[in-house]
């Protein structure tokens, strides 16, 4: 619940350390708040000083050196496009004289109203030291000062003007602010410049009576909500097999370093041990787990079930090998029970050629590595990032980037598809307006923002 009365902020960077921290204000006391926090470096006090963009200076608690950059709001923008200052109150003329208002079925469709939480103004951005302690620092001021913290989403979402353009460019914003690699960072700063423009296309279709049209491009769109959403969410790979045959020495080799215990004694991975990192430039989360086998081990078989339930959850399955030793029927049923995505066959710098022939036989796609010696491991590197991502959308195409937006479109298309095209126009007029009404609809963590 927010109070559109209230001056709110948010720390809008990812967490932990970086060059710069951005935290953002926004509201009526935002200026005078700034005025006893922050000392300019020219002396003048910083609410005299509207007339800069950007002012230099000192944060008076910690005598950090930081900027306090000053930007209007997505809802000041759009005043000033229609050449009306948003630091002046507007004066209206009289209204002109109305026409009669024609039959109920052909009324003109209304766009939706802004919320009563709309907050307007100014955003004004300090930019400090990248550090967790600086941040919290000014965090704590603010907060003293009256002004409420929120989420980072749902501080851009409230600040986005009402259309539904905006408010899809405020959801890729913080997406972008998420993005843990160049590739999907460079993914969704092209979706900057291409997913409004589609969404105000669509919105137009709908409120045109053109739901045939709308619905075409809410499915194009659609069809790339997986590919979207883990942009910013890491896909889960997760390494299964036997006891000791070298999934955790697979994962140190992937990732460059020593994440995983190795030991040559079977069972030493009892729990799921995950790293993060990245495979052909999407984020990937590793997860080494136990050997599957059957144990009276309390704790090995407490293990060995968290392995299963990982490997059930997984989007992509690899069960390793040991190809130094001869094929059984248990490797069989081992594959027939897991369905892996990829089969590595290990150790393979231990193996004799007549075993390796003899895996081969039975799995002929088969990937041959060796963790000891590195032979393999870029191979098994290269099948993951094509195995995760096997499609990619035209460069051009917009797609949803979290599974809220891909619900919004759910939704709209929904009712569009319900909407009988024999319908009246007033029929057709309701069903648009609650369509848009849908893609409007802005959530952060399952909470509507609200007033």
Same mark, same amino acid.
């Given at each position: $619940? ?44 910083? &609410? ?13 608690? +910690? ?16 005043? $000033?496009? !229609? ?28 766009? %939706?109203?802004t %919320?009563?939480?709309?907050?307007e103004?100014f ?9 967790? $302690?600086?941040?919290?620092? /000014? #965090? ?14 749902q ?5 986005a ?5 905006? *408010?899809w460019?405020? !959801? =890729? #914003?913080?997406? =972008?602010s ?9 993914i ?7 997913g409004?423009?589609? $969404?105000?296309?669509?919105?137009? @279709? *709908? ?10 491009? /809410? ?9 979207g959403?883990?942009?910013t969410?890491?896909?889960i ?16 080799? /992937? ?14 991975t ?8 990245? *495979? ?5 989360? #590793? ?8 144990? @009276? ?12 339930? !990982? ?7 690899i ?22 995505d ?23 796609? &088969?990937?041959? +590595? ?5 032979k393999?491991?870029?191979v =098994? ?6 195995r995760? +991502?096997?499609?990619? %959308?035209?460069?051009?195409?917009? /797609? ?22 024999n319908?009246?126009?007033s ?6 307006? @609650?369509?848009? @009404?849908r ?13």
């Open positions: $619940m927010v109070n559109h009365s209230k001056t709110i902020c948010s720390l809008l960077t990812p967490r932990g350390r970086g060059a710069v921290a951005v935290i953002a204000l926004h509201g009526s006391t935002a200026n005078n708040v700034l005025d006893s926090c922050f000392t300019p470096a020219n002396g003048k006090p910083f &609410a005299t000083q509207s007339h800069r963009k950007i002012v230099y200076g000192i944060w008076n608690s +910690t005598g950090e050196d930081l900027i306090v950059f000053r930007r209007p709001s997505q809802s000041s923008k759009l005043a $000033m496009r !229609e050449g009306k200052d948003p630091a002046k109150p507007q004066t209206t003329s009289p209204p002109a004289r109305q026409e009669p208002r024609p039959p109920d079925d052909s009324r003109r469709l209304e766009a %939706p109203q %919320p009563a939480n709309k907050i103004s955003c004004f951005e300090v930019h400090c030291h990248g550090g967790t $302690m600086a941040s919290k620092s /000014i #965090l704590e001021d603010l907060s003293s000062a009256g002004i409420e913290r929120l989420p980072p989403l501080f851009i979402q409230l600040t003007a009402d259309s539904i353009g905006e *408010i460019k405020s !959801e =890729l #914003l913080f997406a =972008l998420q993005a843990s690699t160049k590739r999907t960072a460079e969704l700063l092209c979706q900057l410049s291409i409004p423009v589609a $969404m105000d296309s669509i919105a137009a @279709e *709908i409120e045109g009576n053109h739901f045939e049209s709308a619905l075409q491009q /809410i499915q194009k769109i659609q069809q790339w909500a997986e590919f959403i883990q942009l969410q890491p896909r790979v997760v390494f299964c097999g036997q006891p000791n045959v070298g999934k955790s020495s697979l994962v140190n080799s /992937i990732v460059g370093f020593q994440r995983a215990i190795v030991n040559e004694v079977a069972g030493t009892r729990d799921v041990v995950s790293q993060s990192t990245a *495979i052909a430039g999407w984020p990937v989360e #590793l997860r080494d787990t136990a050997g599957l086998r059957e144990s @009276e081990n309390i704790i090995e078989a407490i293990g060995i079930q968290k392995a299963r339930t !990982e490997i059930a959850a997984a989007d992509l399955k069960c390793v090998f040991d190809a130094s030793r001869s094929w059984d029927e248990s490797d069989g049923g081992l594959i027939d029970s897991i369905n892996p990829l089969v590595v066959l290990n150790k393979s710098d231990l193996a004799n050629q007549s075993d390796v022939q003899d895996w081969f036989g039975r799995i002929p796609d &088969a990937i041959v +590595t060796s963790a000891e010696s590195g393999g491991v870029d =098994l590197i290269q099948q993951i990032g094509t995760l +991502t096997p499609n990619l %959308p035209d460069p051009q195409q917009a /797609i949803p980037i979290s599974a809220d937006q891909a619900a919004r479109l759910e939704e709209s298309a929904t009712i569009l598809s319900a909407s009988p095209t319908g009246s126009q029929e057709r007029n309701a069903a648009a307006a @609650e369509a848009l @009404e893609l409007l609809k802005r959530k952060h963590r399952g909470t509507e923002i609200t007033e």
